[in-house]
């Protein structure tokens, strides 16, 4: 069974910046999309950023972090890092990791990929 642990969450002022992992263990695959999804209390899941497995592969942003944020992986490996920059009180959230197919609909992949705890990110103004 794959197991999915993010780390990196925190509190941080307007303006700064924090980097987010996850990282995958159990019987992975180095075949999986991996991606950042998050979450504030009342509101369904949103979608952050994806990347597929494949060397050069497809990598997606939320409209609301394009520019702001960086996906990354290792290569061969199923670790997973989110660079955010530029952050803002609205980012303030939990984050989740999943793994599997990559894609926006959260609707979608909450059936079908498999997900972590999430971490917690604060924002102050």
């Known amino acids: 069974q794959v197991q999915l642990v993010e780390s990196g969450g925190g509190l941080v002022q307007a303006g700064g910046s924090l980097r987010l992992s996850c990282a995958a263990s159990g019987r992975t695959s180095s075949m999986y999309d991996m991606g950042w999804f998050r979450q504030i209390p009342g509101k369904e899941r949103e979608f952050v950023a994806s990347?597929?497995?494949?060397?050069?592969?497809?990598?997606d942003y939320a409209d609301s972090v394009k520019g702001r944020f960086t996906i990354s992986r290792d290569s061969g490996k199923n670790n997973v890092t989110l660079q955010m920059n530029s952050l803002k009180p609205a980012d303030t959230a939990v984050y989740y990791c999943n793994a599997g197919r990559q894609g926006w609909n959260y609707a979608v992949l909450k059936e079908v990929n498999i997900w972590g705890q999430g971490t917690q990110v604060t924002v102050s103004s």
């Open positions: 990347i597929s497995w494949r060397s050069g592969g497809t990598i």
